[in-house]
């Protein structure tokens, strides 16, 4: 079946290491990619996105990410992370194969020690 | 404004109620959301709605019924729901959907029912 995987379940880092999330999808044609945070008690929050052009995006909050077409990959990246920075990190797709429907991977669960 | 709003945040019922939620969103957009979400676990869509016509609907069942009166809102009318129902109900707005590739869905902070 189609879908969207993300690898780490649960990461537990300290404040100023680096972060980096995997993300994999299987649609085949085109995508847009995104990657939404959830803030303890937020709403979920747009931190990037991907349409077209340069596979390298920055987002807000200091995160970037890169699409790699041919690993059907979206990875999250950030070089130092802040204790502010735990949160729900979820990945999700558009795919036109999938009836353009925004389809959420499972979310990765970021705790950031002080 | 790039808000989407939904009421009531919070919603206690009973398996015999009807009540219904409600999303606003005031950003000229054309597409509307409903997704259901567990705790620790991610979205999943309930309905698509594009141009106030159903477009999707992910097998949900009748007890669930949406509603777009207009292009700004969007409601989820709720009947005879089952305790396995409770979870945040959240809205979301793009600006189109299916030639609706190219945009980004805004969220609103849900509601959170729970069903006794």
């Known amino acids: 079946a189609q879908s969207v995987s993300q690898h780490n379940h649960h990461v537990i880092l300290s404040e100023a290491a680096s972060l980096e999330l995997g993300c994999n999808y299987s649609?085949?044609?085109?995508?847009?990619l995104f990657w939404y945070v959830q803030y303890p008690g937020q709403h979920l929050q747009l931190l990037l996105k991907?349409?077209?052009?340069?596979?390298l995006v920055k987002g807000i909050k200091g995160f970037e990410a890169e699409f790699i077409k041919s690993k059907f990959s979206f990875n999250l990246r950030k070089p130092s992370v802040q204790w502010s920075d735990t949160a729900e990190y979820f990945c999700a797709v558009i795919a036109g194969s999938n009836d353009y429907k925004l389809s959420f991977g499972a979310g990765t669960t970021v705790t950031v020690r002080a | 404004d790039t808000e989407v709003t939904q009421t009531p945040k919070h919603l206690v019922m009973g398996m015999t109620n009807k009540k219904s939620l409600k999303c606003e969103q005031h950003?000229?957009?054309?597409?509307m959301y409903w997704y259901k979400q567990k705790a620790k676990k991610p979205p999943e869509l309930m309905f698509v709605y594009s141009y106030e016509k159903l477009s999707i609907n992910e097998s949900v069942p009748s007890r669930f019924s949406p509603e777009c009166p207009n292009s700004s809102l969007l409601n989820l009318h709720l009947h005879a729901l089952q305790p396995e129902d409770s979870a945040l109900y959240l809205c979301a707005s793009s600006l189109r959907w299916a030639q609706g590739a190219n945009t980004e869905a805004f969220f609103g902070q849900g509601t959170r029912l729970t069903v006794v």
């Open positions: 950003m000229g957009h054309r597409a």
């Open positions: 991907y349409f077209s052009g340069d596979p």
């Open positions: 649609y085949g044609g085109t995508v847009n």
